[in-house]
Each structure stands twice: as C-alpha cells, then as structure tokens.
C-alpha cells in the first residue's frame, strides 16, 4: 500500500506562485509513475502533470505547459509541482497519485491516491 500526503496549497492572486508537495511512503520501490491531478467544484478530475519515476521524463497539460513544473526527489520520496504565473482558472483542489504500470495524464488508470491540497487563485 502506497500513502501519499501533499501539501503547500494556499491562497494566491493571480501571477503568483506556490510549490506544492507529495510525501509518499509505504510500498513506492515499485513505483512507475507519480503525477498531480486537480479537481474545480462542478468539474470532473483532471490531469496536471506525470513524471516516470526515478527519470526527468515528464508530460503536462496544455492548460499549464511552460507555467507548471514537476519533479521529484527520490531520495526523500517527495514529488513537487511548482506552479508559476496562476491564473483564476487554476483554483482547484491539488491530489498527488501513483501507479505501478500506468504513466499518463488519465485518472481512471492510477491507483493511488493522496486527500488533496486547495489551491485557490484570486484575480
């Protein structure tokens, strides 16, 4: 069993940063992949960003391409997501998630998951 714990969400106005991390502990050596998904009231769970673990190989959204960064420190087994220029439209609430066979930006395929940290943008 994997338990992920994230953390560093807040308020922000908009163009601001925050850094937001995951703690995993629990069975990760078997880890393939570790990715941010969010979720906005009234909306399903969508697909931030993934990293292939223990590589620099990442893919994001279009909607956060060249704002949002993620990566990974596998000695402390944390993942990060650092969040440049935010907009309105990123508030949501932030999950960290894993899997063992699955790296993509799909929800339905990761098994994994962290309670969330809120991030919200104001204008």
């Known amino acids: 069993q994997v338990h992920l714990v994230e953390s560093g969400g807040g308020s922000v106005q908009s163009g601001g940063s925050l850094r937001l991390s995951c703690a995993a502990s629990?069975?990760?050596?078997?880890?393939?992949?570790m990715g941010w998904f969010r979720q906005a009231p009234g909306k399903e769970r969508e697909g931030v960003a993934i990293?292939?673990?223990?590589?620099?190989?990442?893919r994001y959204a279009d909607s956060v391409k060249g704002r949002f960064t993620i990566s990974q420190n596998n000695a402390k087994n944390t993942l990060y997501l650092q969040m440049n220029s935010l907009k309105p439209e990123d508030t949501a609430m932030y999950y960290c998630?894993?899997?063992?066979?699955?790296?993509?930006?799909?929800?339905?395929?990761?098994?994994?998951w962290g309670q969330g940290t809120q991030v919200t943008v104001s204008s």
């Open positions: 629990g069975y990760t050596f078997s880890s393939y992949c």
């Open positions: 990293i292939y673990t223990g590589t620099t190989n990442t």
């Open positions: 998630a894993e899997d063992h066979s699955y790296c993509g930006l799909d929800r339905r395929y990761f098994d994994y």
